[in-house]
């Protein structure tokens, strides 16, 4: 992400060899940091049209392994701003918010509620037309040896557009008196509200009762807008024809539209490498997956709004897809069987039961880090719609990749069919296509 400072790095390589390194405490790092993402489980829900998709375990020992990659100056920007110090690790692998910090477009909030010797402070927000991050921190005078998030929900008088929403599990491992996270709602079309006075909801388990927070907070500033450049450019990856229609950067994210040829043998599942990429090499990276829109997508990647390159091109090298005839997981809960999906039997299924199933697929290419969602909402035999309410999810010791849902509904009949959303197969090739040409 970093490349400029990858080849310093490089370049250090004799002076790091003769500084001695905590190995033993790495390790214990590493371990400690799979015990905990074995304990976590990846939280979804689905309330009106919002899908609720949250990632995951693996991120935790891939932040440890690619911290050096971090640049120290974004780093001792952010701890500058007071009470932001604890919120670095949230942020610092997206270099759109590197420059948000940068140009001051993070709004400090300071809304704080108490309950039951809990207190709530929402420290501050980013907001654009795409969404909003909320930044909190829940504190007791006492250590925090039990406290686990459960429902969270964002409200405003003009209503939430439809959205997805991730808040990732609160970590007492260590038994602190505060914890910081945030919470991110990624709106499915763009919104400008008129009136910036919010409420967060949140229900948290601590020491073993329920706390329920509702705590107004109040932005200064409205949103700066999209600078978009339509494109309409259709390209070409192994005989599958999609046209990126246009691209529309905001603060918090760009947007890349997608529509995809009908007559195409494959679905695309995920662009591995979609990214934003500069006259220098300098490269903005995807940050989250697509969003469908009657038939087309909708791609985030992080945001470079306030850089002024004077060439921009989107890249494109690498993506997940399956024979169209594949991309369908169709299941029986009663027989614990798969009776279509991906033709190369990775995709089984551990435990089936009427209130969900527990999906694995064990690691054959040296690659247990794929840790997308695997399946969408779906249909029963009589076409009523099975949402996923949870999803929980891990690599194992051995590789293997776990999905253990929960079903909205327990009243269908089988056979079960659900789309596939990702999927370790491949097809490659060398995108570029320069923007505002």
């Known amino acids: 992400m970093f490349e400029k400072e990858e ?18 405490e790495a390790d214990d790092a590493i371990r400690r940091g799979f015990d905990r993402a074995r304990r976590d489980k990846v939280k979804a829900r689905k309330k009106r049209n919002r899908i609720l998709s949250l990632a995951v375990a693996a991120l935790l020992f891939f932040t440890f392994v690619t911290s050096i990659r971090v640049s120290p100056a974004f780093a001792n920007a952010v701890a500058s701003i ?25 709004q400090k909030v300071d809304a704080v509620q108490t309950e039951n010797g809990l207190t709530l402070t929402i420290d501050g927000a980013i907001l654009d037309e795409t969404g909003i991050n909320i930044y909190y921190t829940l504190k007791s005078k006492d250590k925090l040896k039990s406290l686990s998030l459960g429902t969270v929900d964002l409200k405003h008088e003009e209503g939430i557009p439809p959205s997805g929403i991730s808040y990732g599990g609160i970590d007492v491992f260590d038994n602190p008196k505060e914890v910081a996270n945030r919470v991110t709602y990624h709106f499915e079309s763009p919104m400008k509200f008129k009136k910036l006075l919010f409420t967060l909801d949140m229900d948290v388990s601590f020491q073993g009762e329920d706390i329920s927070f509702s705590l107004p907070f109040e932005l200064q500033e409205n949103v700066k807008p999209g600078k978009t450049f339509v494109l309409n450019e259709e ?5 599958q024809k ?12 760009v947007a890349v539209k997608v529509d995809f040829d009908e007559a195409n043998t494959k679905k695309i599942l995920q662009f591995e490498d979609m990214r934003l990429e500069d006259e220098t090499g300098e490269v903005w990276g995807s940050i989250m997956n697509g969003v469908s829109a009657r038939g087309r997508e909708t791609y985030f990647l992080q945001s470079n709004y306030f850089e002024q390159p004077k060439r921009l091109y989107l890249r494109i090298n690498k993506m ?9 997981l169709v299941v029986d809960t009663v027989k614990g069987e798969i009776i279509n999906g991906p033709k190369d039997d990775r995709l089984q299924i551990l435990e089936a039961r009427q209130s969900g199933m527990h999906l694995i697929m064990p690691d054959r290419d040296g690659n247990p880090m794929h840790t997308y969602d695997i399946i969408s909402t779906g249909k029963d035999a009589k076409g009523k719609e099975i949402h996923i309410s949870s999803t929980g999810m891990h690599v194992d010791e051995e590789g293997t990749r776990h999905w253990d849902m929960t079903f909205g509904a327990t009243h269908y009949t089988n056979p079960l069919s659900f789309e596939l959303t990702s999927y370790p197969n491949y097809i490659t090739g060398d995108v570029k296509i320069e923007l505002g040409k």
């Open 235 to 239: 390209i070409e990856v192994e005989s």
């Open 242 to 253: 999609l046209t990126i229609e246009e691209i529309t950067i905001y603060p918090l994210r």
């Open 320 to 328: 997940q897809a399956l024979d169209k005839d594949e991309a369908t």
């Open 82 to 106: 007071p009470g932001m110090e604890k919120f670095v690790d949230l942020i610092q692998f997206d270099k759109g918010l590197e420059g948000i910090f940068k140009n001051d477009y993070y």
């Open 7 to 24: 080849r310093k790095l490089l370049e250090m390589k004799d002076q790091l060899d003769e500084i001695h390194l905590p190995l033993d």
